[in-house]
C-alpha cells in the first residue's frame, strides 16, 4: 500500500524564547526543522487576552515547507498579538532557508534585529509574507517602537528569491522597506531574482496609511538592486513616509519590473501628502523597467523633491524605461493639487530613450516636465498642467523645460494649461530636440495676434 505522511501541527502555548522549552516558539520551530519532513503548521495559543512578547536570541532558521501562522492566536483581529524581538544581536529575527520553498509568515510583528525582519535565501521561491508589522510593534500601552531606535542599517524584508509574495504587511521603523538585490556583482553576473510581488502593503507610514508620524523608514520605502529582473510593486501599496525615496531602482541588471496601481507619497485615500523625498528613481543604467502603463498607473504626488527622478549627478543613466499612465501632481480624484512636488518628472545625466505618455503631470513647483544632458526621450499624449479632465492647474515655471545637454528628443502631441512661465522652454545648450508642439504654439499665438489685429 502506498505510504502517506500526514503534516504535523505543532502549538506555541507559552512566550519563552528557549529552543528547550516545549511548547515555545524557538522549539516549534525546531521540530519543523528536524523532526518532521514536508509541510508543517505551526499554530499558537497562549493563555490570556495578549499581547504578547517573545524574544528570541538566535535567529529562527525555517530549513523546510511551514507554515507559520499567529493569525491563530485567540483573539487576533487584525492587528498582531505576537511580537516576536531579537534579544542582543540577531541579525534576521526569521531566515527562509534554502529548503523552505512555499513557507508563510504571517501575523506578527518584528523588531529588535540588526539586519532584517525576515530573510529570504536563495533557493527558498515562492513564499509568502503576509499582514505582518515589520520594523517595530506596539507594547501593553499602545507606545510604537521603531527598530530604527535601536538599529540603523536594516530592512523589514531581505529578499533573495523568485516568486515571493509580500502581501498586506506594514513596514516602518527600517532603513529600507524592501530590498531585493544579489550583491551587486559589478560586472552583472549574478544571480537573477524575478517574480517577486510587493501588494496592498502600507510602506512608511502607520498601519491605516493615514499618517507617518511615529513611524516612516529612514531611506527607500523599496529597493530593487543587481538582478532584480521582472518583479511587480503593485497593485495596492501606499509608499509613503520614506525619508529619501519611495521605489528606487539602482543598477544595470535591474530591468523589466513593473511598478503599478500604487499611492506614492500620500495617504491611502490619495487625498494628502505624506511624502517621500522623491517618490520614484530609476538611476545607475536600470533599464527597461514600467512605472505605471497598461496595468494601471500611480498616483505620484507630494514628494518634494520630484516625483519620478531618472538618472541623477551622483548615479548617472536609466535606458529604456517607461513612465506611462500615471497621475503626477494631484489627488487620486484629479481635483485639486497635492502641493509640494518641485517637478513631476526629471531625466538628468545620461538618461535615454525613456517613453513618457499618458500622464497627467500638474502643479508641480517648478517644471512639469524637466531634462538635462539627455538624449532620445520621447514624450506624448500627456496632460502637462491640466487635469485628465480638461481642469487646469498649473505647473508652478514651464510645462516642459529642455536645458543644457537634453538633445534630440521628441515632444509631441501633449495637452497643456498654461503654465506660470509658459509651455515649454528650450536652453540654447539643448539642440535637436523635434518639438511639434512648440511650433504649434507659436502658431496658434501667431494667429491670434493676427485676430486682434484685424478688429482693430
Do not use: C
Not at 122 to 143: R, V
Not at 189 to 217: E, L, R
Amino acid at each position: 500500500m502506498e505510504t502517506r505522511r500526514l503534516l504535523s501541527v505543532y502549538t506555541v502555548t507559552n512566550t519563552s524564547g528557549d529552543s528547550t522549552v516545549a511548547g515555545s516558539l524557538p522549539w516549534a520551530v525546531l521540530q519543523t526543522d528536524y523532526q518532521s519532513p514536508g509541510l508543517d503548521y505551526i499554530v499558537f495559543n497562549i493563555a490570556g487576552p495578549g499581547p504578547f512578547v517573545i524574544d528570541v536570541n538566535a535567529t529562527q532558521y525555517l530549513t523546510e515547507q511551514v507554515v507559520l501562522d499567529a493569525t491563530t492566536q485567540p483573539g487576533y483581529n487584525g492587528t498582531p498579538l505576537i511580537t516576536v524581538r531579537g534579544a542582543g544581536n540577531v541579525p534576521s529575527v526569521f531566515l527562509f532557508a534554502s529548503q523552505s520553498s512555499g513557507s508563510v509568515i504571517r501575523g506578527f510583528a518584528i523588531s529588535n534585529f540588526t539586519a532584517n525582519a525576515i530573510t529570504v535565501f536563495p533557493g527558498s521561491d515562492g513564499n509568502y509574507i503576509m499582514n505582518n508589522w515589520l520594523g517595530f510593534y506596539k507594547d501593553a500601552s499602545n507606545k510604537v517602537h521603531l527598530n530604527s531606535d535601536l538599529y540603523y542599517d536594516t530592512a523589514g524584508v531581505g529578499l533573495q528569491s523568485n516568486y515571493t509574495s509580500i502581501i498586506g504587511n506594514t513596514i516602518s521603523g527600517v532603513y529600507n522597506g524592501v530590498i531585493l538585490l544579489n550583491g551587486d556583482k559589478p560586472d552583472g553576473s549574478g544571480d537573477v531574482y524575478k517574480g517577486n510581488a510587493i501588494q496592498y502593503n502600507f510602506i512608511g507610514t502607520d498601519p491605516t496609511g493615514a499618517t507617518a508620524a511615529s513611524y516612516g523608514n529612514q531611506h527607500s520605502g523599496v529597493f530593487f538592486g543587481a538582478g532584480a529582473q521582472g518583479n511587480y510593486v503593485g497593485p495596492g501599496n501606499v509608499i509613503s513616509g520614506n525619508a529619501v525615496i519611495g521605489v528606487e531602482m539602482l543598477s544595470p541588471t535591474t530591468a523589466g519590473n513593473v511598478v503599478f496601481g500604487n499611492l506614492i507619497g500620500t495617504n491611502f485615500g490619495g487625498t494628502y501628502a505624506i511624502p517621500n523625498g522623491v517618490g520614484v528613481l530609476l538611476a545607475s543604467g536600470s533599464q527597461g523597467n514600467v512605472i505605471g502603463g497598461p496595468w494601471g498607473g500611480n498616483v505620484i504626488s507630494g514628494n518634494p523633491r520630484a516625483g519620478v527622478a531618472l538618472g541623477n549627478p551622483d548615479y548617472p543613466k536609466a535606458t529604456g524605461n517607461y513612465v506611462q499612465s500615471n497621475i503626477i501632481g494631484l489627488n487620486a480624484a484629479q481635483t485639486a493639487v497635492i502641493p509640494g512636488q518641485d517637478s513631476g518628472i526629471g531625466m538628468q545625466a545620461g538618461v535615454t530613450w525613456t517613453n513618457v505618455q499618458y500622464n497627467v503631470i500638474a502643479g508641480s513647483t517648478s517644471n512639469g516636465i524637466v531634462l538635462a544632458n539627455s538624449t532620445s526621450n520621447y514624450m506624448a499624449n500627456n496632460f502637462i498642467g491640466k487635469s485628465g479632465y480638461g481642469v487646469a492647474f498649473p505647473n508652478g515655471a514651464f510645462g516642459v523645460a529642455f536645458l543644457a545637454g537634453a538633445n534630440y528628443n521628441w515632444l509631441v502631441g501633449n495637452q497643456y494649461s498654461t503654465s506660470s512661465y509658459g509651455r515649454t522652454y528650450v536652453d540654447k545648450g539643448a539642440i535637436g530636440n523635434y518639438i511639434p508642439d512648440l511650433v504649434a504654439a507659436a502658431a496658434a499665438n501667431q494667429a491670434g495676434k493676427r485676430s486682434t489685429a484685424s478688429k482693430s
